[in-house]
């Protein structure tokens, strides 16, 4: 489960983050490019855009529901 004490810093205001326990897999990237995006300087995906559509939301819980580190969280 993502700790939300220890959110990625890029990550938008919103329900949907990513923490520090990212490993770069690529795997929320790959299934929801327009929402998660990489730091390139930490290796890490975050948040860089929060789902607003039914379609991106979708989207977004499929990666979450998919990482393999459960680095991605939902608060709402």
Not at 10 to 31: F, Q
Not at 46 to 68: D, F, I, N
Request: proline share 9%; net charge negative.
């Amino acid at each position: 489960m993502a700790d939300r004490t220890e959110k990625h810093p890029g990550n938008v205001p919103g329900p949907y983050y990513n923490d520090t326990s990212c490993i770069d897999c690529d795997y929320c990237r790959e299934i929801a490019p327009q929402v998660f995006r990489r730091d390139d300087e930490e290796g890490l995906s975050y948040v860089w855009h929060q789902p607003v559509s039914p379609e991106e939301q979708a989207l977004a819980r499929k990666a979450m529901e998919g990482c393999p580190t459960e680095t991605i969280g939902c608060d709402g």
